[in-house]
Protein backbone atom coordinates (compact mmCIF):
# COMPACT_ATOMS: atom_id res chain seq x y z
CA UNK A 1 0.00 0.00 0.00
CA UNK A 2 2.01 3.87 -1.31
CA UNK A 3 1.98 5.57 2.03
CA UNK A 4 -0.71 8.68 1.88
CA UNK A 5 1.41 12.09 0.70
CA UNK A 6 -1.34 14.39 1.06
CA UNK A 7 -3.86 15.26 3.77
CA UNK A 8 -6.64 13.35 4.85
CA UNK A 9 -10.51 14.38 4.61
CA UNK A 10 -13.58 13.32 6.26
CA UNK A 11 -16.41 13.51 3.81
CA UNK A 12 -19.83 12.77 6.03
CA UNK A 13 -23.15 12.67 4.31
CA UNK A 14 -25.49 12.81 6.33
CA UNK A 15 -28.04 11.98 4.17
CA UNK A 16 -26.99 8.75 3.12
CA UNK A 17 -25.00 8.27 6.06
CA UNK A 18 -21.72 7.68 4.18
CA UNK A 19 -18.64 8.64 5.29
CA UNK A 20 -15.42 8.65 2.93
CA UNK A 21 -11.81 9.52 4.39
CA UNK A 22 -9.38 9.67 1.49
CA UNK A 23 -6.62 11.74 0.63
CA UNK A 24 -7.00 15.42 -0.83
CA UNK A 25 -7.82 15.32 -4.28
CA UNK A 26 -5.82 18.20 -6.74
CA UNK A 27 -8.48 20.88 -6.10
CA UNK A 28 -8.41 20.24 -2.11
CA UNK A 29 -4.90 20.28 -1.99
CA UNK A 30 -4.59 23.65 -4.21
CA UNK A 31 -6.89 25.12 -1.92
CA UNK A 32 -5.17 24.13 0.95
CA UNK A 33 -2.01 25.16 0.00
CA UNK A 34 -3.47 28.29 -0.45
CA UNK A 35 -5.53 28.37 2.50
CA UNK A 36 -1.81 27.77 4.29
CA UNK A 37 -0.79 30.40 2.85
CA UNK A 38 -3.13 32.66 3.57
CA UNK A 39 -3.77 31.67 7.11
CA UNK A 40 -0.10 32.09 7.94
CA UNK A 41 -0.48 35.65 6.60
CA UNK A 42 -2.87 36.46 9.41
CA UNK A 43 -1.40 34.51 11.76
CA UNK A 44 1.76 36.86 11.08
CA UNK A 45 -0.30 39.92 10.96
CA UNK A 46 -1.88 39.05 14.36
CA UNK A 47 1.17 38.36 15.94
CA UNK A 48 2.64 41.67 14.66
CA UNK A 49 -0.46 43.37 15.92
CA UNK A 50 0.65 41.56 19.64
CA UNK A 51 4.02 42.78 19.21
CA UNK A 52 2.86 46.77 18.79
CA UNK A 53 0.46 46.44 21.41
CA UNK A 54 2.94 44.88 23.87
CA UNK A 55 5.45 47.63 22.56
CA UNK A 56 2.62 50.23 23.83
CA UNK A 57 2.10 48.98 27.33
CA UNK A 58 5.76 48.71 28.17
CA UNK A 59 5.92 52.48 26.95
CA UNK A 60 3.25 53.29 29.35
CA UNK A 61 4.41 50.94 32.07
CA UNK A 62 1.15 49.05 32.33
CA UNK A 63 0.48 45.05 32.01
CA UNK A 64 -2.27 43.89 29.55
CA UNK A 65 -4.70 43.10 32.58
CA UNK A 66 -3.85 46.10 34.51
CA UNK A 67 -5.09 47.66 31.34
CA UNK A 68 -8.52 45.71 31.33
CA UNK A 69 -8.58 46.84 34.92
CA UNK A 70 -8.42 50.39 33.91
CA UNK A 71 -11.10 50.28 30.97
CA UNK A 72 -13.20 48.45 33.11
CA UNK B 1 -89.47 -17.26 39.47
CA UNK B 2 -86.01 -16.52 40.16
CA UNK B 3 -83.61 -14.83 37.90
CA UNK B 4 -79.74 -14.54 37.79
CA UNK B 5 -77.89 -11.64 38.79
CA UNK B 6 -76.12 -10.06 35.97
CA UNK B 7 -78.72 -10.81 33.09
CA UNK B 8 -81.77 -11.50 34.98
CA UNK B 9 -81.98 -14.66 33.13
CA UNK B 10 -85.36 -16.88 34.77
CA UNK B 11 -84.40 -20.13 36.62
CA UNK B 12 -86.07 -22.76 38.27
CA UNK B 13 -86.71 -21.86 41.73
CA UNK B 14 -85.80 -24.73 44.54
CA UNK B 15 -89.20 -25.97 44.93
CA UNK B 16 -91.23 -26.16 41.19
CA UNK B 17 -92.19 -29.11 40.39
CA UNK B 18 -90.19 -31.70 37.76
CA UNK B 19 -92.49 -31.65 35.23
CA UNK B 20 -92.00 -27.72 35.31
CA UNK B 21 -88.22 -27.76 35.04
CA UNK B 22 -88.06 -28.36 31.22
CA UNK B 23 -89.68 -26.05 30.40
CA UNK B 24 -87.50 -23.15 33.33
CA UNK B 25 -84.82 -24.83 31.52
CA UNK B 26 -85.83 -24.05 27.80
CA UNK B 27 -86.36 -20.80 29.23
CA UNK B 28 -83.38 -20.49 30.51
CA UNK B 29 -81.40 -21.47 27.35
CA UNK B 30 -83.41 -18.98 24.94
CA UNK B 31 -82.45 -16.42 27.09
CA UNK B 32 -79.02 -17.26 27.24
CA UNK B 33 -78.63 -17.78 24.04
CA UNK B 34 -79.76 -13.77 23.51
CA UNK B 35 -77.80 -12.57 25.65
CA UNK B 36 -74.86 -14.37 24.39
CA UNK B 37 -75.84 -13.49 20.45
CA UNK B 38 -76.14 -9.47 21.66
CA UNK B 39 -72.76 -9.76 23.32
CA UNK B 40 -70.76 -10.85 21.06
CA UNK B 41 -72.58 -8.74 18.22
CA UNK B 42 -71.54 -5.64 20.01
CA UNK B 43 -67.80 -6.54 20.80
CA UNK B 44 -64.66 -5.30 18.72
CA UNK B 45 -63.29 -8.35 16.54
CA UNK B 46 -60.06 -8.91 16.52
CA UNK B 47 -60.24 -8.87 12.40
CA UNK B 48 -60.70 -5.14 12.59
CA UNK B 49 -56.54 -4.74 12.63
CA UNK B 50 -54.31 -5.88 9.49
CA UNK B 51 -51.03 -5.31 10.65
CA UNK B 52 -48.39 -4.55 14.02
CA UNK B 53 -49.36 -0.71 14.89
CA UNK B 54 -52.74 -0.86 13.70
CA UNK B 55 -55.30 0.57 16.36
CA UNK B 56 -59.32 0.83 16.73
CA UNK B 57 -60.08 4.16 17.16
CA UNK B 58 -64.47 5.82 17.36
CA UNK B 59 -65.61 7.12 14.43
CA UNK B 60 -69.27 7.87 15.88
CA UNK B 61 -70.91 7.24 18.93
CA UNK B 62 -70.94 3.36 19.48
CA UNK B 63 -68.99 3.06 16.07
CA UNK B 64 -65.23 1.70 15.51
CA UNK B 65 -62.78 1.54 12.64
CA UNK B 66 -59.32 1.14 12.20
CA UNK B 67 -56.38 3.35 11.89
CA UNK B 68 -53.81 2.13 9.79
CA UNK B 69 -50.40 2.40 11.59
CA UNK B 70 -48.06 5.70 10.68
CA UNK B 71 -44.49 5.42 9.32
CA UNK B 72 -41.41 5.47 11.66
CA UNK B 73 -41.03 8.63 14.02
CA UNK B 74 -44.68 10.12 12.92
CA UNK B 75 -46.67 10.94 16.33
CA UNK B 76 -50.60 10.80 16.75
CA UNK B 77 -51.96 13.83 16.27
CA UNK B 78 -56.22 14.83 16.17
CA UNK B 79 -57.62 16.17 13.32
CA UNK B 80 -61.02 16.83 12.90
CA UNK B 81 -61.12 16.19 9.03
CA UNK B 82 -59.93 12.63 9.05
CA UNK B 83 -62.86 10.06 9.75
CA UNK B 84 -61.72 8.32 13.18
CA UNK B 85 -60.40 12.59 14.18
CA UNK B 86 -57.26 11.37 14.17
CA UNK B 87 -53.49 11.02 11.94
CA UNK B 88 -50.23 9.78 12.29
CA UNK B 89 -48.03 12.68 11.16
CA UNK B 90 -44.41 14.22 11.90
CA UNK B 91 -43.83 15.71 15.15
CA UNK B 92 -45.37 19.31 15.55
CA UNK B 93 -42.87 22.50 15.28
CA UNK B 94 -40.59 23.19 18.26
CA UNK B 95 -37.31 21.08 19.43
CA UNK B 96 -34.55 19.76 18.03
CA UNK B 97 -33.77 16.74 16.08
CA UNK B 98 -29.96 15.53 16.22
CA UNK B 99 -29.71 14.67 12.77
CA UNK B 100 -25.64 13.78 12.65
CA UNK B 101 -23.21 12.89 14.70
CA UNK B 102 -19.09 12.93 12.98
CA UNK B 103 -16.07 12.38 14.35
CA UNK B 104 -13.48 15.02 13.99
CA UNK B 105 -10.60 13.25 11.84
CA UNK B 106 -7.85 14.33 9.14
CA UNK B 107 -7.20 17.67 8.04
CA UNK B 108 -10.79 18.74 7.66
CA UNK B 109 -14.26 17.48 7.87
CA UNK B 110 -17.57 18.56 5.43
CA UNK B 111 -20.82 17.79 6.62
CA UNK B 112 -23.05 17.66 3.75
CA UNK B 113 -26.51 16.22 3.08
CA UNK B 114 -28.00 18.25 4.92
CA UNK B 115 -31.85 18.20 5.32
CA UNK B 116 -33.61 21.05 4.04
CA UNK B 117 -36.57 20.57 6.07
CA UNK B 118 -36.13 23.19 9.30
CA UNK B 119 -36.10 26.10 10.14
CA UNK B 120 -32.54 26.50 11.86
CA UNK B 121 -29.57 24.15 12.58
CA UNK B 122 -27.38 24.09 15.45
CA UNK B 123 -23.90 22.72 15.54
CA UNK B 124 -22.65 21.67 18.56
CA UNK B 125 -18.19 20.75 18.69
CA UNK B 126 -17.19 18.75 21.55
CA UNK B 127 -13.86 17.13 23.02
CA UNK B 128 -11.92 19.00 20.35
CA UNK B 129 -8.16 18.78 19.81
CA UNK B 130 -5.95 19.47 17.11
CA UNK B 131 -2.34 17.98 16.03
CA UNK B 132 -0.36 21.03 16.63
CA UNK B 133 -1.02 22.89 19.80
CA UNK B 134 -2.58 26.71 19.56
CA UNK B 135 -4.68 26.05 16.54
CA UNK B 136 -7.43 27.43 15.39
CA UNK B 137 -10.27 25.65 13.58
CA UNK B 138 -12.29 27.27 10.85
CA UNK B 139 -15.63 26.93 9.54
CA UNK B 140 -16.83 26.91 5.93
CA UNK B 141 -20.54 27.84 4.85
CA UNK B 142 -21.05 25.14 2.35
CA UNK B 143 -17.81 23.65 2.21
CA UNK B 144 -17.53 26.91 -0.06
CA UNK B 145 -13.71 27.70 -0.49
CA UNK B 146 -14.30 30.51 -3.18
CA UNK B 147 -12.42 33.83 -2.60
CA UNK B 148 -14.39 36.89 -0.72
CA UNK B 149 -17.39 34.95 0.43
CA UNK B 150 -16.53 34.90 3.85
CA UNK B 151 -16.61 37.91 6.67
CA UNK B 152 -15.65 37.25 10.30
CA UNK B 153 -16.20 40.05 13.27
CA UNK B 154 -14.80 38.97 16.81
CA UNK B 155 -16.91 40.89 18.93
CA UNK B 156 -20.24 42.06 19.40
CA UNK B 157 -20.00 45.56 18.31
CA UNK B 158 -16.74 45.55 15.33
CA UNK B 159 -17.31 46.31 11.92
CA UNK B 160 -15.14 44.81 9.59
CA UNK B 161 -13.45 47.20 6.94
CA UNK B 162 -12.23 44.10 4.65
CA UNK B 163 -15.93 43.09 4.66
CA UNK B 164 -15.91 39.34 2.44
CA UNK B 165 -11.96 38.95 2.03
CA UNK B 166 -12.30 35.60 3.20
CA UNK B 167 -12.08 31.75 2.82
CA UNK B 168 -13.71 30.72 5.66
CA UNK B 169 -14.45 32.18 9.61
CA UNK B 170 -12.60 31.34 12.34
CA UNK B 171 -14.53 29.25 14.91
CA UNK B 172 -11.94 28.34 17.67
CA UNK B 173 -9.39 30.38 19.06
CA UNK B 174 -6.40 28.77 20.41
CA UNK B 175 -7.10 24.98 20.67
CA UNK B 176 -4.62 22.34 22.18
CA UNK B 177 -3.02 19.41 21.22
CA UNK B 178 -3.37 17.92 25.00
CA UNK B 179 -6.39 16.05 25.25
CA UNK B 180 -6.27 17.39 28.85
CA UNK B 181 -7.39 20.79 27.29
CA UNK B 182 -10.54 20.06 25.27
CA UNK B 183 -12.60 22.57 23.38
CA UNK B 184 -16.22 22.46 22.94
CA UNK B 185 -18.33 25.11 20.56
CA UNK B 186 -21.82 25.64 19.27
CA UNK B 187 -22.97 27.71 16.60
CA UNK B 188 -26.69 28.51 15.12
CA UNK B 189 -27.41 29.27 11.81
CA UNK B 190 -30.79 31.34 11.39
CA UNK B 191 -33.07 30.35 8.69
CA UNK B 192 -30.45 28.00 7.03
CA UNK B 193 -32.35 26.31 4.11
CA UNK B 194 -33.54 30.33 2.55
CA UNK B 195 -32.47 31.32 -0.70
CA UNK B 196 -33.07 34.88 -0.72
CA UNK B 197 -30.93 36.22 2.21
CA UNK B 198 -27.29 36.07 3.39
CA UNK B 199 -26.39 33.61 6.20
CA UNK B 200 -25.37 34.46 9.04
CA UNK B 201 -23.78 32.51 12.70
CA UNK B 202 -22.41 33.48 16.17
CA UNK B 203 -19.74 31.01 16.61
CA UNK B 204 -19.06 30.52 20.74
CA UNK B 205 -16.48 28.01 21.90
CA UNK B 206 -14.89 27.98 25.32
CA UNK B 207 -12.09 25.78 27.33
CA UNK B 208 -8.63 25.64 28.56
CA UNK B 209 -6.64 28.55 26.70
CA UNK B 210 -3.91 26.41 24.74
CA UNK B 211 -1.31 29.76 24.71
CA UNK B 212 -1.65 29.52 28.53
CA UNK B 213 -3.75 26.98 30.05
CA UNK B 214 -3.28 28.76 33.52
CA UNK B 215 -6.62 30.30 32.49
CA UNK B 216 -10.05 29.04 30.58
CA UNK B 217 -11.32 31.47 27.76
CA UNK B 218 -14.16 31.63 25.97
CA UNK B 219 -14.38 33.55 22.23
CA UNK B 220 -17.45 34.85 20.34
CA UNK B 221 -17.22 35.34 16.58
CA UNK B 222 -19.69 36.29 13.78
CA UNK B 223 -19.71 34.93 10.81
CA UNK B 224 -21.15 36.31 7.77
CA UNK B 225 -21.97 34.43 4.13
CA UNK B 226 -22.20 36.54 1.14
CA UNK B 227 -24.00 33.96 -0.78
CA UNK B 228 -27.60 33.50 -0.72
CA UNK B 229 -27.85 29.59 -1.22
CA UNK B 230 -29.46 27.51 0.97
CA UNK B 231 -26.73 26.12 3.55
CA UNK B 232 -26.43 22.31 2.87
CA UNK B 233 -23.36 21.55 4.11
CA UNK B 234 -20.55 22.97 5.80
CA UNK B 235 -16.39 21.99 6.78
CA UNK B 236 -14.21 22.63 9.76
CA UNK B 237 -10.79 22.71 9.48
CA UNK B 238 -7.64 23.65 11.50
CA UNK B 239 -5.15 26.49 10.13
CA UNK B 240 -2.50 23.48 10.16
CA UNK B 241 -1.95 19.72 11.03
CA UNK B 242 -5.19 17.72 11.72
CA UNK B 243 -7.63 17.12 14.40
CA UNK B 244 -6.69 14.22 16.83
CA UNK B 245 -10.36 14.23 18.71
CA UNK B 246 -13.49 15.45 18.73
CA UNK B 247 -17.06 15.39 17.15
CA UNK B 248 -19.53 17.74 15.49
CA UNK B 249 -23.42 17.18 16.00
CA UNK B 250 -25.78 18.88 13.71
CA UNK B 251 -29.20 19.37 14.64
CA UNK B 252 -32.35 20.56 13.00
CA UNK B 253 -34.84 23.33 14.73
CA UNK B 254 -38.03 23.98 14.51
Known sequence: MAKSTRPMVRIHNIETNE?????????????????????????????????????????????????????? | ????????????????????????????????????????????????????????????ADTVARLAVGTNDQVLTADSSTATGLKWAAPAAGGMTLLSTTSLTGSSVTVSGISQSYIDLYLVVEDLYTSNDQEDVNFRFNADSNANRHAAIATMSASN?????????????????????????????QNYANTTNLKFAMFHSSGINAYNTANTTANF??????????????????????FSGGTVKVYGVK
Open chain 2, 1 to 60: MPTTTNYGWTTPADTDLVKDGASAIRTLGTAIDTTVFNNAGAAIAKTIVDAKGDIIAATA
Open chain 2, 221 to 242: FQGVYSQASAISSFELFPNTGN
Open chain 2, 161 to 189: STAFAATSVRWFYGVSNNSSYKKMGITTI
Open chain 1, 19 to 72: IIDREMNDDEFSQYEADQLSLAAKKAEAEAKAVEKQAILDRIGLTADELKMILG
